[in-house]
Structures are given as C-alpha cells and as structure tokens.
C-alpha cells in the first residue's frame, strides 16, 4: 500500500522552528517528487516547496523561502521540511504529496500546484501562537 506519513507538527511560539518528516512508502521514492503543501482554516491549500526534479532542485513559495528548507533522505525515504523563523500566519495543517518526476520542465507555479500529484499523506498540525 502507499502510504505518506507526515509527522512533526506542534505548537510553537513566533521566531520558534519545527521540522516535518514525510515518510514514503509503497513506491518507487527515486521515481517520485515530494511537495509540502498546508491549508490554514478558511483558505484554499497552498503549495510551499517541493522538489522540481531527481537532480535536487528545488522550489519554494514566496511566503516561506528564505525561511523553510526542503530536503531529502533517500535511504529513509523520507523528505524533510525544516521550518525556521516562524509566524503567525504559517498556522496550518501541512501535507506532503508525490508526483512522478515530470519528464519537462515547468514554471515555479506549477511545481507548487497540486496539479500530477498522485498520493496524498494526512496532515500534521502546526500552531505558531505565543
């Protein structure tokens, strides 16, 4: 079975960080690119990294780079999200999902939609709040 176990979330106070997990199983993972997306209550799921193709590169939401991290560890087959500098507004429930690695290249807004992505993991919960 496919599975993709996100993992990490918490409560955290402004300027604090949190670092998420994706496990993935099921799957060929080398085969696969991993994104994190996140749906705060009442607004639409929002992509915010993931990586672009099998060399490593990486895309990142305006709202996050230069704050998140995406990265991976294949022996584990997990992807990872380092969250640092966090705010308010970064509440949300935070999901990896797996598309197969696009065999052209795309603009940053496509990576970042939901559009190929073919599994889904349930969410972890993540409150930024002093």
């Known amino acids: 079975d496919v599975q993709l176990q996100a993992s990490g979330g918490g409560l955290v106070q402004p300027g604090g960080s949190l670092r998420l997990s994706c496990a993935a199983s099921?799957?060929?993972?080398?085969?696969?690119?991993i994104g994190w997306f996140r749906q705060a209550p009442g607004k639409e799921r929002e992509g915010i990294s993931c990586?672009?193709?099998?060399?490593?590169?990486?895309v990142y939401a305006d709202s996050v780079k230069g704050r998140f991290t995406i990265s991976s560890d294949n022996a584990k087959n997990t992807v990872y999200l380092q969250m640092n500098s966090l705010k308010p507004e970064d509440t949300a429930v935070y999901y990896c999902?797996?598309?197969?690695?696009?065999?052209?290249?795309?603009?940053?807004?496509?990576?970042?939609?939901?559009?190929?992505?073919?599994?889904w993991g349930k969410g972890t919960l993540v409150t930024v709040s002093s």
């Open positions: 999902a797996a598309r197969p690695h696009p065999r052209i290249k795309y603009g940053r807004a496509w990576y970042l939609s939901v559009f190929g992505m073919e599994y």
């Open positions: 099921g799957f060929t993972f080398d085969d696969y690119a």
């Open positions: 990586f672009s193709d099998s060399d490593g590169n990486t």
